[in-house]
């Protein structure tokens, strides 16, 4: 099993320019999440999903779009990328009450 | 609003020391208290959990202790070795409403040989 993958590893950006984060995960597991992680402010919930079709809010959601058309895919897509949205981006998929996250995205908008 | 409150920010102990985290939630509700252990260019991975009836729980030279009626709860880590020197999330959540973990905002443990 790969577990949780996470596509691209690196990416930068122009502020303005969009593109699209994948998550797959081959646990087959009901719950995704997308965090973002940035210096002394922990993981932060940004939108999750609780099973195919299905998507919410988290904690900061602005800016961020999500789609789960697919079991094992969770999309994480920024259509108008922002310096502020520079930041490392997390994965998760759950089983029970354990989360399994991905290796992470290195994001940069300049 | 953050719910869980993690200090301190770093940390620093010499081998074979003892390493101390302390978390504080706000939320009655959270039955659930997972610790994260993540090593640079890593994800998170689950280290230890624990739930509300008991007071400790130990895994090796890890130990959870939870104190309920002070709403907070500590990771000790016995032994500390440079192994171990990595970035440690609590975390806490209620069961019953999808299992959602509100982190706290992480302690750099570094573990000097």
């Known amino acids: 099993n790969a577990g949780v993958t996470q596509t691209p590893k690196f990416r930068v950006l122009k502020t303005g320019q969009s593109m699209t984060l994948l998550c797959a995960q081959d646990?087959?597991?009901?719950?995704m999440y997308w965090y973002r992680q940035d210096p002394g402010m922990g993981l932060r919930l940004i939108h999750y999903?609780?099973?195919?079709?299905?998507?919410a809010k988290g904690e900061v959601p602005d800016g961020y779009n999500v789609s789960r058309l697919k079991k094992q895919n969770f999309l994480l897509g920024l259509e108008s990328a922002a310096p502020s949205q520079t930041s490392v981006y997390f994965c998760a998929s759950q089983e029970y009450n354990e989360q399994f996250f991905g290796p992470g995205t290195r994001l940069t908008v300049l | 609003q953050q719910q869980v409150k993690q200090s301190p920010q770093s940390l620093i102990v010499q081998k074979g020391g003892i390493s101390i985290i302390n978390c504080a939630y706000e939320?009655?509700?959270?039955?659930?208290f997972p610790w994260y252990q993540q090593f640079p260019g890593k994800g998170p991975a689950l280290l230890i959990a624990i739930r509300p009836d008991v007071s400790e729980k130990k895994e090796g030279r890890f130990t959870i202790s939870f104190n309920k009626s002070a709403k907070q709860f500590s990771l000790h880590i016995m032994d500390s070795q440079p192994g171990d020197s990595a970035t440690y999330f609590c975390?806490?959540?209620?069961?019953?409403?999808?299992?959602?973990?509100?982190f706290g905002e992480g302690t750099q443990l570094t573990v000097n040989p």
């Open positions: 975390a806490a959540s209620i069961r019953t409403s999808g299992s959602r973990l509100t």
């Open positions: 646990m087959n597991h009901e719950y």
């Open positions: 999903s609780v099973g195919e079709g299905t998507t």
């Open positions: 939320n009655t509700a959270f039955d659930y």
